[in-house]
Each structure stands twice: as C-alpha cells, then as structure tokens.
C-alpha cells in the first residue's frame, strides 16, 4: 500500500464545509421523461457549462513528466416539481473541448505524447440540494489516470468537481461551491458564474522509492435556468 505525506496549496479559509441537515434533495433521472409542461407547475431548463485549464508534474520515475490540459464540458437537463421536492432530468451531456498534452526530458529534447482518443472526462451533474434559502448543485468529471506514458506510478488526474472535503480543502482561490439562491427559480432567465484555483502536492512511497505529485487547476463554471 502506497504511503506518502500530502500537502494542499490553499489560502486561510479558502472553500467551505459540506451542507449538514438538509430538509431535501433532487434526485437524478436519465432521458426525456418527466411531467413538464402539465401546467401545474413551473419548470426550469438547466445548463451547467465547466471550463478548466491544468498542469501537473510528476518526478521520481525516470526524467521528470508535466502535462497540461484544457477542457469544456456541458451539461444540460430539466429542473421539474415532484410533489413537495424536485426531479433533475438529464437531457444531454457534452465535451465541447478536451485537450491533454504531456512532455518528458530535458527542454528541447523532450519526448511529447497527446491523450488518446479515451478515455476523456464526462461532466456529471451528482444532484441538487437545497438548505434554507440556497440551492446547490454538485458535479464532477471523473478521473484519468496519468502519466500518459509507461510508469511504475501512476494517479488521477485531478479533475474539478464542486463537492467533497478532500478536493475543497486544496482550493486556494474563490470557491467551489455551486450555489444559487432559492430566489433565482422565480426569476425568467438567471445565470450564475462561479470561479476557483486548485493546487495539491503529494509525495507517495511505494516499494522504497518516492515520488513527488503537483496537480492544479483553474476552474470557470455556469449555472443558467430559464423558467418555463
């Protein structure tokens, strides 16, 4: 089992704690179906779109990697009464852009590979959740494991999402929650924006020899309802 020391790159209070007590969730359904348009009730379009730029660094197997990448992704669905809670329908989910480049050697003379054609990271939007006044929607994009290349090490990219204690403890810029407030659903057209940097450092043990991990990213995420 690997063993290591791990340490976040983060500002003083940067991020929150994860909502504890709330009264209700929306739950996550697949296709098309649903009880919009009915009349009995408003209903929302939901567009979530994520945009990241990233680097990371891994040295101790061999010359040291560093890869960067960059990303847009977008997720787009149905926000629908359901008695005294909500439905959140996925209509369709997309990578509008992903790009994964990694160099290994001395400047000039290094080695570069692009990512494969798979895998690629795939926006999901977890659920919804609401506490007093706020409204909050958690996603992630799964994980890839670099480097790209042959290694005895391998880990997870590091992918943004908007939820869990580990990922927001590494913030050092803004936050990563994806909030609105509840008064936005009475509105026609709402749309918020949302920004953060996230930096970690790892140094993993494994059968004797160390490794050393840098990941980060910038994040810019939106969340866009139309009232129907």
Same mark, same amino acid.
């Given at each position: 089992?690997?063993?290591?020391?791990?340490?976040?790159?983060?500002?003083?209070?940067?991020?929150?704690?994860?909502?504890?007590?709330?009264?209700?969730?929306?739950?996550?359904?697949?296709?098309?179906?649903?009880?919009?348009?009915?009349?009995?009730?408003?209903?929302?379009?939901?567009?979530?779109?994520?945009?990241?730029?990233?680097?990371?660094?891994?040295?101790?197997?061999?010359?040291?990697?560093?890869?960067?990448?960059?990303?847009?992704?977008?997720?787009?669905? %149905? #926000?629908?009464?359901?008695?005294? +809670?909500?439905?959140? /329908?996925?209509?369709?989910? @997309? =990578?509008? $852009?992903?790009?994964?480049?990694?160099?290994?050697?001395?400047?000039?003379?290094?080695?570069?590979?692009?990512?494969?054609?798979?895998?690629?990271?795939?926006? %999901? #939007?977890?659920?919804?959740?609401? +506490?007093?006044?706020? /409204?909050?929607?958690?996603? @992630? =994009?799964? $994980?890839?494991?670099?480097?790209?290349?042959?290694?005895?090490?391998?880990?997870?990219?590091?992918?943004?999402?908007?939820?869990?204690?580990?990922?927001?403890?590494?913030?050092?810029?803004?936050?990563?929650?994806?909030?609105?407030?509840?008064?936005?659903?009475?509105?026609?057209?709402?749309?918020?924006?949302?920004?953060?940097?996230?930096?970690?450092?790892?140094?993993?043990?494994?059968?004797?020899?160390?490794?050393?991990?840098?990941?980060?990213?910038?994040?810019?995420?939106?969340?866009?309802?139309?009232?129907?």
């Amino acid at each position: 089992m690997a063993k290591g020391f791990f340490r976040c790159l983060r500002a003083p209070l940067a991020g929150a704690v994860l909502l504890a007590g709330l009264p209700w969730s929306l739950a996550v359904a697949e296709g098309g179906a649903g009880r919009a348009g009915d009349g009995a009730a408003p209903w929302w379009e939901v567009r979530l779109t994520v945009v990241a730029e990233g680097k990371y660094v891994l040295r101790g197997d061999g010359p040291s990697v560093t890869g960067f990448y960059a990303l847009e992704a977008r997720w787009e669905g %149905r #926000l629908e009464p359901d008695a005294d +809670d909500f439905l959140l /329908v996925q209509i369709k989910t @997309e =990578l509008l $852009e992903w790009r994964l480049r990694e160099g290994s050697g001395p400047a000039g003379r290094e080695t570069v590979l692009e990512a494969p054609d798979s895998p690629q990271p795939a926006l %999901r #939007l977890i659920y919804v959740l609401k +506490d007093g006044q706020e /409204v909050e929607f958690a996603f @992630e =994009l799964g $994980e890839i494991a670099v480097p790209l290349r042959p290694s005895s090490l391998t880990v997870p990219l590091g992918l943004p999402r908007s939820f869990g204690r580990a990922y927001r403890d590494c913030i050092c810029r803004g936050s990563n929650r994806v909030v609105i407030p509840e008064s936005d659903l009475a509105e026609r057209s709402p749309e918020r924006r949302f920004a953060w940097e996230w930096r970690s450092e790892e140094e993993i043990l494994r059968k004797g020899r160390a490794f050393w991990v840098e990941r980060g990213h910038t994040v810019r995420a939106s969340i866009a309802l139309t009232r129907r």
